[in-house]
């Protein structure tokens, strides 16, 4: 397969858990690195980006406060796709936007409603060959980053490891050999991550804690950035010594499933699944 010239970039969400419990929201939270990397892996200030707030329920106050962020990194060409339904996302004139991007944002909301709106259509297409083809970048939070994988996990109870609890969906497939959770320490979402890989053993899970983000390149080599951490769950050496069916909704047994544990600037190799401590590790 053929590596990708362009980044994924998904973030954990809640990049504004500082303040919430305030009430005020300054945007300052936003200078603690996520976001200016991002802007960073395209042409930094210079940058045209897409801001895509399908998910969210109340897309222009999210479009707004992100508008802002941006604005004080620097950045004030940035453009809001107003698409709410799979009409908007078939406007010939949105696709021609992501054309002219260096890259795009998915906020926040209900995943869901990303692989209802865009999958299979014009708009989707367009962004997976500007990925593939060009130094493009992709970036999402909490739904935004859960959409990004072949399949994802569309609900489900956070603590749960009974079988069949889990609900999944076809996500936007720009990588396809992970299952990304997000909120995942603050929320405990332990439990559902673990179910997900069980039923989809060759796929590597990745528990985004909140304020916290990867770069991927290459759909293979990840560093973490933010402030928290990630946990990575692999099953490629996983043993299911129960034979009940996934449907049972009874608890499971696994035995071998791998757990990593990554904080800020580690780096780890997807296709080796182990961690890269330098550059010649992950080209390999």
Known sequence: MIAPKGKLIPIGGSENKDCR???????????????????????????????????????????????????????????????RDRADALKPEYTERINKADGVFFTGGDQSRLSEVFCGTEFATTLAGRYLNSEFVIAGTSAGAMAM???????????????????????????????????FIERGRYGRLTQAVAALPGCIGIGLGEDTGLVISHNNDIEVIGSGQVILFDGHAMHLPDAAPASSGISSSIENMTVH??????????????????EAALAS
């Open 149 to 183: 994988s072949g399949t994802m996990i569309t609900g489900g109870p956070a603590s749960s490891f009974k079988k069949g609890d889990v609900e999944m969906g076809a996500g936007l497939s720009f990588i396809d050999h992970v299952i990304i959770d997000t909120h």
């Open 261 to 278: 544990v990554l904080a800020v600037d580690d780096k780890y190799c997807l296709t080796s699944r182990a961690f890269a401590h330098d």
């Open 21 to 83: 419990e305030r009430g005020d929201c300054p945007l300052s939270f936003y200078n603690r690195g996520i976001l200016k990397r991002l802007l960073a892996e395209m042409k930094g200030g210079e940058s045209r980006l897409e801001l895509v707030p399908t998910a969210s329920g109340i897309p222009e106050d999210v479009s707004r406060r992100y508008l802002e962020a941006f604005r004080k990194l620097g950045c004030g060409n940035v453009g809001i796709l107003p698409v």
